[in-house]
């Protein structure tokens, strides 16, 4: 099979990324290598995600691309897969306006990748195979990780919370976990291949094991993780704040290897939002889980949050609970969004839906405040040292390393390639907004 490559191209949340290294372990079982040129491959893999705004523009455009070399080289394999293709009117419109492309499934199949090129390269078929929900949870598939010294690990697939503006519920399906003793033996296995640093995944991780009624918790995985040698730091995403219990709160000042930063969207200042939103918390409520993680941290925990600027029937009052929240919780980074309709969830019907222009205004004003408390934060690293996990050369400027410290942030310095995959202490030199730099010191 010499000379077969395959192009993956993901888009979306590293829940996305984990199942593209999945699909890129499933083709290399098959006996296909990677290439960076699309021109150069036998099957092109595009990963798609539903969840950011014009979502399905940036796939079509991406897609109408491919179109030539689909005619160049009719042996070339176009599969599509992921969140979007579990929506009824993206399929339709695939197959009107894109009839070439080879392969649709869906989030629910990828194990199935394999059989399915086998029928097109075989049948010379176009084949659409998405499944409605899960059939059970699949152990044992490769995966080609992006590191060999951090791993991804799915704890947890589809989420039961049905935020009424989100699509993942309608497209990952419902919740179920995979059992403690399958995780616990990956981690196993991937610390003897080198991993040092693992990131648990689940769209909603606190509430592991709960729909399938296991023993164990979330929290009790972690400890059994803690235990495992070689595993140097422990990360989780996401948590739902309905769902941190005081047991996690407390890990995270027993546990030495968890990580000192927390991922945990927020989506409103606002109650009163935030009910319309059906989250099943209030401000107070996040704002106690907040005041308890840095109680039982002495305050060294980063927290980072997403957010939604414009929901319908924000006013201004609830927005400005928003930037409040944000002067108060003072977050170490954000991800913000506008908020969009996604065809087919709860507020698509809401009729109070606000204007673009009101929406970017108060989204600059949240990213103001969002800055400026970075760089307060940032700033205050000068002179500290930091665990820094050295992930490779920074993109910017091919002499410099990049890494990343317990809490999340990333350190820019220079060093020599052979640290890379190596947790170094690091002296910070500067704290700039979206990043720090540095210098490898000695340890103190
Ligand atoms: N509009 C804007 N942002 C959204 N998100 C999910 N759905 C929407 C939407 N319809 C954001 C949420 C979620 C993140 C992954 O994407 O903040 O936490
Ligand atoms: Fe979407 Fe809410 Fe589930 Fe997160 S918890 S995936 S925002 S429905």
């Not at 995979?178 to 080198?194: C, F, M, S, T």
């Not at 992930?391 to 310095?413: C, D, H, Q, W």
Request: charged content about 30%.
């Amino acid at each position: 099979m010499d000379g077969r490559f395959y192009y993956i191209m993901t888009f979306g949340c590293q829940m996305n990324e984990h199942d593209s290294e999945i699909m890129a372990g499933l083709l290399e079982q098959m006996g296909y290598r990677e290439t960076t040129k699309r021109a150069e491959a036998s099957i092109i893999l595009i990963n798609t995600c539903s969840i950011r705004e014009n979502a399905d523009k940036r796939f079509f455009g991406t897609l109408g691309q491919l179109k030539r070399l689909k005619k160049e080289n009719s042996d070339l394999i176009v599969a599509v897969c992921g969140c979007m293709m579990q929506q009824e009117h993206i399929i339709e419109t695939i197959k009107k306006k894109y009839g070439w492309v080879d392969i649709i499934f869906g989030t629910h199949n990828i194990h199935t990748l394999p059989e399915l090129i086998n029928r097109v390269i075989n049948d010379r078929q176009r084949i659409i195979d998405v499944w409605e929900e899960h059939r059970g949870v699949f152990e044992g598939l490769p995966s080609k990780r992006l590191y060999p010294f951090k791993a991804f690990v799915n704890i947890t697939f589809g989420c039961n919370n049905f935020c009424t503006y989100c699509i993942v519920p309608y497209t990952r399906g419902r919740e179920r976990s995979r059992k403690p003793e399958d995780i616990l033996a990956e981690v196993k296995r991937l610390a003897e291949d080198g991993v040092k640093e693992i990131t648990l995944l689940g769209q909603n991780v606190n509430s592991y094991g709960i729909a399938d009624g296991f023993e164990k918790d979330f929290t009790d995985l972690i400890y059994e993780i803690n235990k495992i040698d070689g595993i140097e730091r422990i990360r989780f995403m996401t948590s739902h704040p309905k769902d941190i219990s005081d047991k996690l709160i407390k890990a995270f000042g027993e546990c030495e290897k968890l990580a000192a930063h927390i991922h945990l969207p927020v989506q409103s200042g606002s109650t009163r939002v935030l009910t319309r939103m059906n989250r099943h918390y209030t401000r107070e409520d996040y704002l106690e889980a907040v005041r308890k993680l840095k109680e039982v941290t002495d305050g060294n925990i980063a927290i980072t949050t997403d957010v939604i600027v414009g929901f319908p029937g924000e006013t201004e009052e609830d927005f400005e609970e928003t930037l409040s929240l944000f002067e108060q919780v003072k977050y170490d980074s954000a991800f913000t969004f506008l908020y969009s309709i996604r065809k087919g969830t709860p507020a698509e019907k809401f009729e109070d839906q606000i204007p673009e222009t009101v929406k970017h205004e108060r989204f600059n004003r949240l990213r103001n405040v969002l800055d400026v408390g970075m760089a307060e934060i940032n700033k205050a690293y000068e002179g500290r040292i930091e665990k820094v996990l050295v992930e490779g050369r920074s993109a910017r400027n091919k002499s410099t390393l990049t890494g990343r410290t317990s809490s999340m942030k990333i350190v820019n310095f220079e060093g020599k390639p052979d640290l890379i995959g190596r947790i170094v202490p690091v002296k910070i030199t500067e704290g700039k907004t979206y990043s720090l730099f540095g210098e490898v010191c000695d340890e103190v």
